[in-house]
């Protein structure tokens, strides 16, 4: 069993989370090309040894929150809140045409 830190809640047995991936700079959707875009949605770095994180806890409650996990051991530290994305709304309605 591993013990997941929620920030809001404790710790808490990691089949309440829904782990959400690693955490990496998301590219302008404006100048980025395909290739960076793919990597960024698909390709992960599987590192050996610590990782940043973010996990979401779906059983609790229900926010998402930043994590370093060691890879290796499952070793847990530095939980804090935070959201899995930041979304500029005029930016993105933007780039898909729709007029706010
Ligand atoms: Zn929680």
Redesign the pocket.
Same mark, same amino acid.
Do not use: E, S, W
């Given at each position: 069993m591993i013990l997941v830190p %929620?920030p809001?809640?404790g710790s *808490?047995n990691s089949s309440e989370f829904r782990w959400c991936g690693e955490v990496k700079a998301r590219p302008d959707p404006n100048s980025t090309t395909q290739a960076e875009w793919r990597d960024y949605l698909y390709m992960k770095s599987n590192a050996a040894g610590w990782i940043a994180e973010t996990w979401y806890?779906r059983e609790? %409650?229900g *926010?998402y929150f930043r994590i370093e996990r060691n890879t290796l051991t499952n070793e847990i530290h530095a939980a804090e809140a935070g959201s899995p994305v930041s979304i500029d709304a005029d930016a993105a309605s933007e780039s898909i045409g729709i007029r706010r």
């Open positions: %929620c809001f809640c *808490r806890h609790g %409650c *926010r």
